[in-house]
């Protein structure tokens, strides 16, 4: 059994908590019936010993096969991590995402993408990074009574994402600490019509939009004086083809969207003006979630 | 010369000043140049002396007649109001496009729907109505530097409005006072969520998703305070057919979208529930300002 799921951005621009994209780039993890229970991880945190003592997709795996099936089996995972660990590109909604689909496989018991999604949100309580890890795309989505409800735009081939990995990682508590309890009714409005303008822009392919509606008031800016040469690089992308540029997640990485044949000069530019980031041109990934049952 | 402009119900739900609709229901105005200055009005404010002595419509076409040609003329006005008065269904909105635009029709100047809205914001803060007003169909729209950035999505004639106009208009200062100054994050993401949700169920046509997208926290609860019988028109209209149904702007008018072929029955009952009301089923426009040279 081969589960795979894609990279995110979510936190898009001024869509707080709701708007997401797929990445093409990759977590994958084999998982084959075996006498002993066995992990091995390569890529991303593969060094980490951490990671293979208290491991969350086992964890949830566990869980989730035990509840389908009354009972426990021993398995050898595999974990081929291409998604950088706390840098704001969806590696914890990637690990629940694939967890609950591989328990769901392996116990043979068919699940919608739908309900997974609603599954996932046990874990993270904000459904923008799932949605898209399940459904690929670009996503708009709102949680009703624990539910979440999400709307898909299939990304065009013309686009890139160019994105930026600091060396380092913003702390999630330590930004989301320091952001504002409230919001004036004005910085609500910005948010509340660019976040509105943004989905339409990406719904009906209006691309040069996208600069005046992913303008955020919210969080972003807060986050960013965490690692302040962002703002330097997000000021660079922006004249140099970058149709939007904002902060992935709660960072540290740096999205960029740019048309194909603009993404090199500007991954060219990031990478010269700041060396000790690794720069990606990525696709987009218009599929989400992939369980191959034959892998 | 001929100019009709639209009805329109704006702050649609969560989409405070950011989302609103143009309605097939137009105030007309006919100008022929005369030896006298003279105005008639019919329909919606014929009855009202303070519109004819004070009347807004010929200020702003004034001011701009005046600045496009350097004098002034005299004219014959006809006005054939159709949008009723105060109830929040963009009467203001109506006048202020339709007198910049008669202005420039008139001094025999080109004006571009976009520059268009652009002028008539500087009569009116809020993009929410003047867009529809002059685009029509859906629309989404930000301020960025003073100027309107606006997307359109064009309404399918499988889909109608259930207007309830009340017998009484809620001030618009008495509400907006009421209103909260500052809102908590979890208020905030409930309507950046939604509104983006919105937008997206309107522009791929997924009118299952209305009914989530189109709460509200920010502002329709307290204005509907002011007239507490709207809560169960609200409430009768979900039960019994209605997509979505929210106050129509600031109100007092309510707002419910239906499939064509539930229209009636629901405005049947509306009409039964609330015999005081105006009920009108209204088809959706999605041509906006109509400048007619021969009328």
Redesign the interface.
Known sequence: MLISVPATSANLG??????GLALDLRNVVRIKRSKFFSISIKGEGANNPRIKGNNMFISIFNEHYRKLTGHMDKFRFTFINKIPLSRGLGSSSAVIVSAIAAAYAMAGVHISKERLLNLALGYEPHPDNIAPAVMGGFT?????AHRV???K?AMPPSLQAVIAIPNRPISTHHSRSK???????SD??????????????F??E?WD?LR??S?DR?HQDVRMRALPELFELQRIALDNGALMSTLSGSGSTFFSMTYKEHAHALAHLLKEKFPAYRIKILDFDNEGLVVDERG
């Open positions: 001024p869509g707080f908590d709701t708007l708009v989505s709102a949680v009703e409800h999400s709307l735009k952001l504002p309890k409230r919001y004036t009714t609500v409005v910005y948010n509340v019509s660019r976040s509105s303008l943004l989905t339409a822009a719904f009906s209006r939009m005046v509606a303008k919210l």
